[in-house]
């Protein structure tokens, strides 16, 4: 789009029900890749027939394993951007167009900002991002990136951060970034992090183990 290769890195565990309305609606903006993280149902055949490259893995390997997956691949095929959204439909797609936009103006990270949080630890992980970088909403799962942040740093993910190690390895070394405010579609299925205490247990051990870094 508009002279620049953009991929969709979409990571994907049983979302058969959703994943070729994503995909179908996503790929305007771009090439979508599906990481089918060893679903147990369609989710892959669905995504493959919507337009999407499946990225397979053998065995479930989690939400920041598929994102590693799904940059390598973009990497490898020397996308120029790289954007993250959910597979569930939360994120509508149409937004793609101004994370472009700004993608393409310079601004190496451009950021998601959610109308609403599910879990208390969200608002703990936002309020430290806040008042330290400016990062309103770190657990927003759709970002974008130029290819050179991510091949700077490597790799997506090394501490299982729920998608924000790069982010905040780019943030904290000066990247200049931009935030898009948008309301959040409701999920219909089970959360990705299930339960709210191991979810917020989750989050909050993302968060120490950056402090912590």
């Known amino acids: 789009m508009d002279g620049f290769r953009v991929a969709l890195v979409i990571p994907a565990f049983n979302e058969e029900a959703t994943i070729a309305a994503v995909v179908s609606a ?14 147990h149902d369609r989710t892959a055949l669905e995504a493959e027939s919507a337009g999407a490259l499946v990225v397979a893995h053998e065995v479930n390997q989690g939400y ?8 390598r691949e973009a990497a ?15 994120h509508d797609p149409t937004l793609l167009r101004e994370f472009i936009d700004k993608l393409a103006h310079g601004v ?3 950021l998601g900002v959610r109308s609403s949080k ?49 982010m905040l390895r780019a943030v904290s070394t000066g990247a200049v970034f931009e935030q898009v405010e948008f309301h959040v ?8 992090f299930g339960h709210l205490i191991s979810a ?5 051990r993302s968060l120490f183990v950056w402090i912590l870094n």
């Open 200 to 204: 917020n247990i989750q989050i909050i």
């Open 185 to 192: 579609r409701d999920r219909l299925d089970t959360p990705r």
């Open 64 to 71: 920041d394993c598929a994102l590693n997956s799904g940059f």
């Open 118 to 166: 599910a879990r208390i630890a969200e608002h703990i992980f936002a309020l430290y991002t806040r008042v330290r970088y400016g990062v309103l909403d770190p657990l927003c799962g759709m970002k974008g990136y130029h290819r050179e942040v991510y091949e700077s740093v490597g790799y997506f993910d090394s501490y299982k951060s729920i998608g924000t190690e790069l």
């Open 108 to 110: 190496p990270v451009v």
């Open 76 to 90: 490898r095929w020397k996308y120029d951007f790289i954007i993250t959204l959910d597979a569930d439909g939360q």
């Open 26 to 39: 996503a790929q305007v903006y771009g090439q979508p890749i599906v990481v089918n993280d060893c679903s």
